[in-house]
């Protein structure tokens, strides 16, 4: 049989092929800022397809406030590759996501050029599902403890402020229903982390992703998002995911009431956005080899982002930028997403914020595995 290498003697590689199939965005532009290629990476990261990009100036892709412009400009300039970190590259379409550029010299046309765009999540990702991981687990024992060592002496300081609300007067009538407000309030705090106690193996069976999220959105414009508008792109051929039913519901929930409470009262909108991706695989905690993970599952929200310090600790229990939040809704998100197999990402920008869950899809083993 020939080898890679023989082949190639013998008919050459397609240059085009080749970067057709690198998992990367990546754009060919000319002197004149026009795009004369992208590869099939591009078409997903600009959601457009290659008979709208190509021909377009790079300028109607991208806002004339992007970095790339300046990257392009500085090639251009000194003839030599650069390269940018950490760059937050807001999309003329929304959204925006962090990543790192490439930008280099091409061919022989004078201000031809190449940008590459790498996601910076790959092992960034992988460590930030650690920490969450860990985090989820250090709020599982403390809620156990939590019960057990507080709130049982708590009913005994409420019964004796209910008994000295009977008795005293003025003043200390009203200590005492301070006493008895703020005892019901820890109780109800402690009841909320109760969530994070371990239940036994997940009941998982066939959830339709879609009637999910129908559900909760109905909810929310019901409730705590009627100043919301709401927007779907669904895929329709979209398979079934794998889970529970009421754990996915209270997911969508709080990742939705997160999304609302961001926006502004009076021109918030909020998508919800549903599409299968390729290549995404995880390896989960005790697992044998890597979980394919291709339901992807987005709420976007038009808020104003989130600062770097909250974005950096999101997941962690306690941390919370609403006056009188608890701070437990996404650490319990990231809990329940890490029970079901899946992950959680997201972008954040002046703009507005993105989170993502990663879900498997239902595969007959899953019945065998403890499945219903």
């Known amino acids: 049989m020939a080898t890679v290498r023989e082949r190639r003697l013998e008919t050459g590689f397609n240059g085009e092929d080749v970067v057709g199939a690198l998992p990367y965005p990546v754009i060919v532009v000319n002197?004149?800022?026009?795009?004369?290629?992208?590869?099939?990476?591009?078409?997903?990261?600009?959601?457009q397809g290659k008979n709208l990009l190509v021909g377009q100036q790079i300028s109607q892709v991208l806002p004339p406030n992007s970095p790339v412009h300046s990257l392009l400009s500085q090639v251009?300039?000194?003839g030599v590759s650069i390269s940018e970190y950490d760059v937050d590259l807001t999309l003329q379409r929304g959204g925006g996501r962090g990543l790192s550029i490439h930008v280099a010299p091409f061919g022989d046309e004078t201000g031809a050029a190449v940008l590459s765009f790498h996601a910076q999540g790959a092992a960034r990702n992988m460590e930030r599902q650690l920490f969450h991981r860990n985090a989820a687990r250090s709020v599982s024992a403390m809620a156990a403890m939590l019960a057990h060592?507080?709130?049982?002496?708590?009913?005994?300081?409420?019964?004796?402020?209910?008994?000295?609300?009977?008795?005293?007067?003025g003043t200390d009538k009203e200590l005492a229903r301070l006493i008895r407000g703020e005892t019901d309030r820890i109780c109800a705090l402690v009841d909320r982390m109760g969530g994070f106690v371990a239940d036994g193996p997940l009941d998982r069976t066939t959830v339709n992703i879609h009637e999910v999220l129908e559900r909760v959105q109905q909810s929310a414009e019901a409730g705590f998002a009627r100043h919301v508008t709401f927007s779907n792109d669904y895929d329709p051929s979209l398979p079934p995911a794998v889970g529970n039913r009421d754990q996915l519901i209270?997911?969508?929930?709080?990742?939705?009431?997160?999304?609302?409470?961001?926006?502004?009262?009076?021109?918030?909108?909020?998508?919800?956005?549903?599409?299968?991706?390729?290549?995404?695989?995880?390896?989960?905690?005790?697992?044998?080899?890597?979980?394919?993970?291709?339901?992807?599952?987005?709420?976007?929200d038009n808020g104003p982002g989130m600062s770097g310090e909250i974005a950096r600790h999101l997941f962690?229990?306690?941390?919370?930028?609403?006056?009188?939040?608890?701070?437990?809704?996404?650490?319990?998100?990231?809990?329940?997403?890490?029970?079901?197999?899946?992950?959680?990402?997201?972008?954040?920008?002046p703009k507005g914020t993105d989170f993502r869950v990663f879900l498997p899809v239902y595969t007959a083993s899953d019945v065998d595995e403890g499945g219903t």
């Open 250 to 300: 209270q997911i969508f929930l709080n990742l939705i009431k997160n999304a609302a409470e961001a926006v502004s009262q009076r021109n918030g909108a909020v998508t919800l956005k549903t599409s299968f991706r390729h290549g995404i695989l995880l390896a989960g905690p005790g697992s044998e080899g890597r979980v394919y993970l291709p339901l992807m599952i987005t709420i976007s």
């Open 149 to 169: 060592e507080i709130k049982n002496p708590l009913s005994g300081i409420r019964g004796a402020a209910q008994l000295l609300e009977r008795v005293v007067r």
């Open 31 to 47: 002197g004149d800022d026009g795009i004369d290629y992208i590869n099939g990476s591009a078409e997903n990261f600009f959601e």
């Open 316 to 349: 962690d229990p306690f941390i919370t930028t609403k006056s009188g939040g608890a701070g437990l809704g996404l650490a319990l998100v990231a809990k329940l997403i890490d029970e079901h197999g899946g992950i959680i990402e997201f972008d954040t920008n």
């Open 76 to 78: 251009r300039t000194e």
